[in-house]
């Protein structure tokens, strides 16, 4: 303890805050320390052992509690606050904060070592406001939303501004979700709790120095600390929210494109997956659905029934064949569209300073923008959906959402434009969730956006990358972008399979796309017109290709849907960078090239034309396997792999278990009564487990409220026996059944094989026990096998 304050001392002499800023008076009470100083207040709160938030409210303003991020109650700490004669601390028993007096400094630090401290602190300049830190010069950083611009982002002043950036490849200084979080290598992160456009800068002038910028409003900020990656990212969707499950049928394949200009389009293109018998789940349905034309008919929120003449039978036909209907939608309602008057009447759009609708030109035609922050703007688009829903209408679609144009002198009932520019995508998925909460309980929604702000994974978000070039390029930049997203709590970031932008039509691209697409949260090729993006569509030796993409995706479904279940619960990643795996390996903190599936897999995608060969890493916790050859890779090796032309690269971690299923046409089809256990034996690994997650893939909640079962998986190798035990815990309102196993162990040679004691038949091939076992509901099978 001596030598962490002698530490934090030197920091403090070396790193003075304000030298304007004097330390006053202090008071601990209700869990909330205020320390008064000469130009303001400092309110530090724990919310819980591994949270803790710091305001700073400068004299003359008033302390402003609301947040648009934080949903988190404070937790009962056991937080204690010690004073010398020279300085006030608050711990937990993760974080300390220390208030050194003279000259005033507040540093924080996680177990006895120094995260960050307040540089300057909060600083007013003429037109902004800034809160400036102090950095180490080693710390690798991360966040700030969605960009393409290295996993490092270390030297980069980012803009807070939600803006699209159409047809980007390997770099995007700005895009569509800005978000103000910024993680570091040493396990901590720092959100800026503002909704207020500004700027993040991550030490451009290397400096050592993080600055939070912004226009106006809150001086919060929370920092977060975790023992690993998964803790850190976990204790940061405590305090911002979980994302909910899905609908199982998200996980599917759509039939996506800029766009389906009538019904007979719509049911030709969803006729020649059904006669290839390729899976599909979704179809979407682009702006042509409202309006024969792309500009002047946006806000008609309704059907053109000249091309689309009986929607809601369309919609029930493919209900009838377990194929959704998603309808995009966007908030700009123009001066053109059908539903201008209406909304002009009904007062629901934002303003300009006379209180009339504010209106302005942009490329769709001359519009305005519903207020979703007035209660009649919200009350009167969730009619819209509603109505859709009711139509049959499977899921939704916000387009345009940052919003794409959205001028300063603009007033929302919530605050200028630019005060609430960043959380207007955040609101309006609010908007549509609690909609479904109250008119449709036990339908999960299904909410595609392409902007949002901290937090929005709770309202069911589910980002894409925007529109990228359909290039190679374009391709590059999208583990980065996901990977960056799946830390910052929007795990379900993907991009538009085979690239959205310009008329670029290379098949090799567009198969290895959809090849990692395999392994990315959302599976939704879509492009513009110009080129086809559904498999469907494509020549017949591409569509061949494409199809064997699409299966392994439907075989992968309930490790996939168990992968969600555990984002849900803990808001893990599906996608997690190699350093998760290992934190103190410098080679690995700005790796972007391959990343983990979930804990079993290791993806190399491939992103560049005509490669033969690759090389890959494979993190030293494990052995790896080669998902389709079955070749063995030591852990800590840097191997160079032959690519095939049918497949990237993709192995599995050695005492993996992994469940598939047979293809499928669509998850209405889905079952776990039969099922394949594929556990990948390493001889070097004593003792492994995984697990299955089941429900109904529809109802919201299913496993609060006991509607689930859980089925789990246990490995025990002694160096002669294997032993495989399956349990599972289902529901208090779940009707387990019987259920068909074929377990598969790759990499034995098996000698005998008992099952629950009984000595059994099995197969092999390739060094592949294959063996069928009838699990009894509330049974525990065992299977015994010498090696």
Not at 15 to 20: E, H, L, R, S, Y
Not at 428 to 455: C, H, T, V
Not at 606 to 616: E, F, R
Not at 691 to 706: C, I, L, M, R, S
Request: hydrophobic letters at 35%; aromatic letters at 12%; glycine letters at 8%.
């Amino acid at each position: 303890m001596k030598k962490l304050f002698l530490l934090l001392f030197l920091s403090a002499v070396t790193f003075a805050q304000n030298a304007n800023r004097n330390y006053v008076s202090h008071s601990w009470k209700n869990n909330l320390l205020e320390v008064k100083t000469s130009d303001g207040t400092y309110r530090i709160k724990p919310y819980s052992n591994k949270i803790i938030e710091t305001s700073f409210v400068p004299n003359g303003e008033v302390f402003n509690p609301n947040s648009h991020a934080v949903i988190k109650t404070p937790e009962k700490v056991k937080a204690t606050v010690s004073k010398t004669a020279g300085s006030v601390s608050l711990a937990t028993p993760d974080l300390m904060v220390v208030i050194n007096k003279s000259p005033f400094k507040i540093t924080y630090s996680n177990q006895g070592k120094v995260l960050l401290s307040e540089k300057n602190g909060y600083l007013k300049k003429d037109s902004t406001e800034v809160l400036q830190f102090n950095l180490d010069n080693s710390e690798v950083l991360y966040g700030g939303g969605a960009r393409a611009l290295g996993m490092n982002r270390r030297g980069n002043r980012l803009a807070l501004y939600n803006r699209a950036h159409y047809g980007y490849e390997t770099r995007a200084e700005l895009m569509n979700f800005c978000i103000p979080l910024v993680l570091s290598s040493k396990l901590y992160a720092v959100h800026f709790d503002n909704a207020a456009i500004g700027y993040l800068d991550l030490d451009s002038k290397k400096n050592n120095t993080l600055e939070y910028e912004t226009i106006s409003g809150r001086k919060t900020y929370q920092v977060i600390v975790g023992d690993t990656w998964d803790d850190l990212i976990s204790n940061y969707t405590d305090l911002t929210g979980k994302q909910p499950l899905p609908p199982r049928w998200s996980f599917g394949n759509f039939s996506s494109r800029f766009g389906y200009r009538s019904q007979e389009s719509l049911e030709g293109t969803i006729r020649k997956f059904e006669q290839e018998n390729i899976p599909v789940d979704a179809v979407i349905l682009d702006l042509f659905w409202f309006g024969k034309t792309i500009k002047g008919t946006m806000g008609n929120l309704d059907w053109d029934t000249d091309n689309f003449p009986n929607p809601e039978k369309m919609m029930a036909d493919l209900n009838a064949k377990g194929i959704k209907t998603i309808v995009i939608t966007e908030p700009f309602i123009l001066t053109t569209s059908s539903k201008w008057q209406e909304a002009a009447s009904r007062n629901i759009l934002v303003q300009d300073k006379e209180g009339k609708p504010a209106t302005w030109d942009f490329y769709f035609g001359n519009t305005g923008v519903v207020d979703i922050f007035k209660p009649e703007g919200k009350q009167w688009f969730w009619k819209v959906y509603q109505r859709l829903i009711n139509q049959g209408v499977g899921g939704m679609w916000g387009d345009l959402g940052e919003p794409e144009v959205f001028p300063s002198k603009v007033i929302t009932a919530a605050g200028k434009a630019d005060e609430v520019h960043n959380i207007y995508g955040h609101h309006w998925a609010q908007l549509i969730a609690e909609g479904y909460q109250k008119d449709f309980p036990n339908q999960r929604p299904f909410i595609l956006m392409r902007a949002g702000y901290s937090g929005s994974q709770r309202f069911g978000m589910i980002p894409w990358s925007g529109d990228v070039s359909r290039s190679w390029g374009g391709l590059q930049s999208q583990m980065e972008i996901s990977l960056q997203m799946g830390m910052q709590g929007l795990a379900y970031m993907h991009s538009d399979l085979g690239g959205f932008a310009g008329d670029y039509n290379d098949n090799e691209l567009y198969l290895r796309w959809l090849q990692y697409g395999v392994f990315n949260p959302i599976f939704r090729p879509h492009a513009q017109e110009e080129v086809a993006s559904e498999i469907a569509r494509k020549d017949i030796v591409t569509l061949a290709k494409a199809k064997k993409a699409v299966e392994l995706r439907y075989q992968l479904l309930p490790y996939n849907y168990t992968l969600a279940f555990d984002n849900n619960q803990k808001g893990t990643p599906f996608m997690r960078p190699l350093f998760f795996e290992e934190p103190n390996n410098e080679k690995l903190l700005n790796e972007k090239e391959s990343y983990l599936w979930g804990d079993a897999f290791l993806i190399k995608p491939i992103t560049k034309a005509g490669v033969t060969t690759t090389q890959v890493y494979f993190p030293k916790s494990s052995n790896w396997f080669d998902f389709y050859s079955g070749k063995k890779y030591a852990a800590g090796s840097t191997e160079t792999i032959t690519v095939a032309e049918t497949s990237i690269p993709t192995f599995v971690r050695g005492g993996s278990f992994v469940p598939m299923i047979e293809t499928i046409q669509n998850t209405t089809k889905y079952s776990l009564n039969k099922f394949n256990l594929h556990f990948y034996f390493d001889a070097t690994v004593k003792t492994s487990t995984g697990k299955v997650y089941h429900d109904n893939g529809e109802t919201p909640q299913a496993f609060e409220k006991g509607q689930y079962e859980l089925l789990y998986f246990n490995s025990n190798n002694n160096g002669k026996e294997l032993m495989l035990k399956f349990t599972s815990t289902v529901g208090k309102n779940y009707s387990a059944t019987d259920k068909n196993v074929t377990v598969l162990v790759h990499n034995i040679k098996a000698k005998r094989v008992f099952v629950n004691g009984q000595e059994a038949s099995f197969k092999t091939t390739d060094e592949t026990l294959s063996l069928s076992v009838t699990w009894k509901k509330g049974a525990a099978p065992e299977i015994k096998i010498e090696y």
